[in-house]
């Protein structure tokens, strides 16, 4: 099996970590930006294409600010993300208002950045009139309940807590148009980590549907459709990466036939992907400091879930990397499990993985946690988040957010 590559070797670790001990998260810029630019080369062909990066899955400052210079905009569900876009320059239009269970105050913080107001119920309209008034602009999450070709890979959309159902859809958009809207946008997002092209050809076929018959029943013209995020990761070495430029072609191709011969053209096609966008660009960097053997053999780390919780939360794999020691082939090899320090047995970064054989004091680059790794951060059992650094083009390195320390997790006490 090839291994997965790093932009850094272990010396290269070694040294930094003189200036930052482990565990550390490094963002390699470079992968950053390809990513992105992937993103809108793949959709170059539709002129108002934009990809709005999902906050939540990197929200740091100097992250958004590199994808800012990409093009990319931002969608956000809470008040600190609205506020983090707004701090970077994203605002207006290249923010995207993708939240559920939404409080009052962030629909008004939203209303008044001037950010597309993404509505996930029928219900929300009033809501939001009473606490922020009707915006020009208003699109409505769409969730299409029971599809056959959906259920196999994903599960059912039936279950999932998101969107307005077909019916609503309708009723939603006839009640946006009487109380002013003038401006439409429709969304939906039933895919998650997905590696398989066809599947976004398969939404595209379906939205463009309901944006046809909704201006069939109403005359509305819908302005944008947006495919939400769930654009995949290849995060075992033999998977297949998602070929973005074959989504855009085949997305391409389904637009050609449905939407250009109609008026609906020229349909802005909007996404929200997080994954695709930043997982690559991350590592965490981590020390092997115990070794123990009872019933397995585990090998103990400065890292636990609280810095990366995917392994711990859904079994998701990420691949490890004993710096300097995978890169060479035919080392003696060993299956063990890579354990952190909470009280929870599920923190586990990995389990009966084969691994060249470890010793106390080797540094662990942990791969593909640059979505949804820092971020699903947590200080149970007192552990504190670690720092994140940013390699950048030149190949120099920035800290990019500190460490927090034991005054960070006092900060909202009184003693
Ligand atoms: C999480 C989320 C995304 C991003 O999903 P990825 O898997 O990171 O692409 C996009 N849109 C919404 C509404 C989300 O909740």
Not at 79 to 94: K, M, N, S, T, Y
Not at 177 to 206: V, Y
Not at 251 to 274: H, N
Request: aromatic share 10%; with cysteine; hydrophobic share 40%.
């Amino acid at each position: 099996m090839p291994e997965k590559t790093l932009p850094f070797d272990r010396e290269f670790i070694e040294n930094l970590t003189q200036k930052y001990p482990t565990p550390f998260y490094i963002y390699d810029e470079k992968t950053l930006r390809r990513c992105a630019r992937l993103f809108n080369e793949s959709f170059a062909w539709n002129a108002g294409f934009q990809e709005f990066f999902a906050v939540k899955a990197n929200p740091n400052p100097e992250i958004l600010k590199i994808l800012k210079s990409e093009k990319l905009g931002g969608d956000c569900s809470s008040l600190p993300e609205l506020l983090l876009c707004e701090r970077v320059g994203l605002r207006g239009e290249l923010t995207m208002f993708t939240s559920n269970n939404t409080p009052p105050l962030e629909f008004f913080k939203a209303k008044e950045l001037g950010a597309i107001i993404n509505l996930d119920d029928v219900t929300h309209l009033p809501f939001l009139e009473k606490c922020a008034g009707v915006p020009d602009l208003i699109s409505f999450r769409w969730n299409p309940g029971a599809l056959r070709e959906v259920e196999s890979v994903i599960g059912n959309p039936v279950d999932a807590k998101y969107g307005l159902t077909t019916e609503q859809i309708f009723e939603a958009f006839a009640l946006a148009q009487k109380k002013g809207a003038k401006r439409f946008g429709l969304h939906t997002m039933i895919a998650s980590n997905m590696l398989k092209e066809d599947f976004f050809e398969f939404t595209a076929k379906t939205i463009f549907d309901l944006a046809l018959e909704i201006e069939r029943r109403f005359g509305i013209k819908i302005e944008f459709v947006n495919l939400g995020g769930g654009f995949g990761v290849a995060y075992r070495p033999e998977e297949l990466p998602l070929n973005l430029r074959e989504v855009g072609e085949r997305i391409r191709g389904v637009y050609d036939k449905m939407i250009a011969p109609t008026d609906l053209a020229p349909l802005k096609i909007f996404t929200e992907s997080g994954r695709f966008i930043a997982a690559e660009a991350g590592t965490l960097i981590t020390r092997v400091i115990h070794e123990k053997k009872i019933y397995k053999h585990y090998f103990g780390v400065d890292a636990c879930m609280a810095n990366l919780m995917r392994p711990g939360m859904y079994g998701a794999y990420h691949h490890i990397t004993a710096l300097g020691k995978s890169e060479t082939p035919n080392l003696p090899k060993e299956k063990v499990d890579v354990v952190g320090s909470l009280c929870e047995n599920c923190d586990k970064f990995a389990v009966d993985r084969e691994l060249p054989k470890l010793e106390i004091g080797d540094l662990l680059a942990i791969h593909d946690a640059g979505a949804h790794g820092y971020a699903m951060g947590f200080q149970y059992n007192g552990k504190l988040r670690c720092a994140e650094l940013l390699l950048q083009e030149d190949r120099s390195v920035r800290m990019i957010r500190r460490a927090e320390n034991v005054d960070d997790y006092f900060a909202t006490l009184n003693f």
